[in-house]
């Protein structure tokens, strides 16, 4: 069921009874999305995916109004994989008295990576999957581990503002060839395709030295991206997962490789988990 207004939300969410899980997209849904969808419907009695490209969370410049947007094909892939209610308002409904003047700050934790990049981009991430939560009030809210830094940032969030909800990070989804599944990979050119192989290509090779320690993942990783000239570099960090601080040179145990980086006219993040250890 297709809803666009707070009170057609609130008049079909107060019939449901039992558990609901919210996942939350800007649209063009690819399999990743739709991976997103299937785990909530295993995890709960109903499901309402929200469909909105958030003007907040785009600095001028960005491609607000080039992101790609097909609501007919996203309600049909929703169809199949059982989403109960779509929410997809417009940005009026989102925000009734303009720009909101109150906040989420994200704190500490947006200014690194992809908020050293993008240093307006957290706290309108935050602002509006605070309000989907309070609109959609879900026991379970679903994100993809492929915006490592947001999930963080979503469950620090919840635990510091008390929200009662769970959050879950569900694994990438990649194509065949490796590349994450991205609605921005419609983007690139057939070049800038094969060139993008390099973002994967580079976590397989750190996956390869993990026992080696740190600094040698990151040193294979950073060789696999310069060997491919389509690829513009943003960052590549070796991380704790949870607070997105670099781990030291000497770190064992799980650690997050994240890397951003152009290719062509297209920015596209990747990441992986890796178990560091170093031989004696």
Avoid: C
């Amino acid at each position: 069921m297709l809803v666009r207004t707070r009170a057609d939300l609130r008049e079909v969410l107060d019939r449901q009874r039992g558990t609901r899980a919210v996942v939350m997209t800007m649209g063009a849904l690819h399999e990743g999305h739709l991976d997103l969808v299937r785990e909530a419907r295993r995890r709960a009695d109903h499901v309402v995916v929200t469909i909105f490209v958030n003007p907040l969370q785009f600095a001028p410049g960005e491609d607000l109004d080039a992101y790609p947007r097909d609501l007919e094909a996203d309600l049909a892939k929703l169809a199949e994989v059982g989403a109960d209610v779509v929410f997809a308002p417009d940005p009026e409904t989102m925000y009734p008295n303009g720009d909101p003047r109150v906040r989420v700050e994200p704190g500490p934790l947006a200014a690194v990576l992809e908020g050293a990049t993008r240093p307006t981009h957290f706290a309108g991430v935050l602002t509006v999957v605070l309000k989907l939560l309070h609109l959609t009030r879900p026991h379970v809210a679903l994100f993809g581990q492929k915006d490592a830094q947001q999930l963080a940032l979503v469950r620090a969030m919840v635990r510091d503002l008390d929200v009662d909800v769970e959050v879950v990070g569900v694994p990438i989804r990649r194509e065949p060839d490796g590349l994450a599944m991205s609605s921005r990979n419609a983007y690139l050119s057939g070049t800038d395709r094969a060139a993008a192989l390099a973002l994967s290509g580079a976590l397989d090779a750190a996956r390869g030295a993990a026992g080696a320690g740190a600094e040698q993942v990151l040193a294979a990783a950073r060789e696999r991206l310069v060997a491919e000239p389509g690829v513009r570099l943003d960052y590549l960090e070796l991380v704790d997962p949870e607070t997105m601080e670099a781990v030291p040179a000497d770190a064992s145990g799980p650690a997050l490789l994240v890397v951003a980086a152009w290719v062509g006219t297209t920015r596209l993040i990747d990441n992986t988990i890796l178990d560091l250890w170093k031989d004696e």
